[in-house]
């Protein structure tokens, strides 16, 4: 098993056990989280997740199988590190990308789902797989596919396990890039680049703003737009944006 946490602009988190097609262990909860506090520097501009040949393919069956024997306060607490990890990407500062080859399923499908564009290769799948083994969703999983997808084809994908292509989930809109198999990775580094061109409190108040956009009441939403607006107009980076656009050259948002 590999788990690497490297940093330059973008902090890249490769999840490499191609043995076990990227199930998940413990030590990637802690590289996850390690990577969402890092992304408070003003340096990392985007976070991207990555793993081998296949991108994850959710819980380690054998741990839980082992969990079974467990009170049941102990197997809540089990299944909330896992939202804790969740949680965490949904309050990241900088975009998140996830680079998938081979595909995503059970856990590794929630993965994915909480990060804001996704680069796939064009023979991925998408699997809710946990019904295939007598279990049920978690990780944010049904709340991700209940805005994604239709309820039928939610419904389809959670009762059978039945696996989405990344076609499909590129028709549907719910992939950013589709790309050749081998390529979602430097791809994504793309996008990363584009990304760090841009202006960083912008985008992470974009951020904010869409992943809980869904969740609001039209008000609500439209208060906290308020409040981010008012900010952003007065900032460095308006400034800088609106000074490049009168003066007909591109902006530039750092040195």
Known sequence: MSIRLEQKDAALIIHNQEARRGAIQPELYEAIKAAMQNAEAPAIRTVILTGGPFFCAGGDLTQLRQRASLPEDERRARIEQLHDVIRAMHACP??????????????????????????????????????????????GLTSALSRLLPRQLAMEACLFGTPISAETLNNLGGITRLCRKGQALAEAETLARRIAEGPRQ????????????????????????????????????????MAAFCEKRPPVFRS
């Not at 951020?207 to 607006?229: F, G, H, I, K, N």
Request: a negative charge; glycine letters at 8%.
């Open 94 to 139: 900088v975009p998140l990308i996830a680079a998938i080859e081979g595909g995503a399923a059970g856990a590794g499908l929630s993965f994915a789902l909480a990060c804001d564009l996704i680069v796939a290769a064009e023979n991925a799948t998408f699997t809710a797989a946990y019904v295939k083994v007598g279990l049920t969703p978690d990780g």
């Open 202 to 241: 912008a985008q992470s108040q974009i951020c904010a703003l869409l992943r809980s956009a869904a969740d609001q009441p039209l008000d609500v939403q439209m208060a906290r737009e308020v409040e981010s607006m008012a900010q952003a107009v007065a900032s460095p980076e308006a400034a800088e944006g």
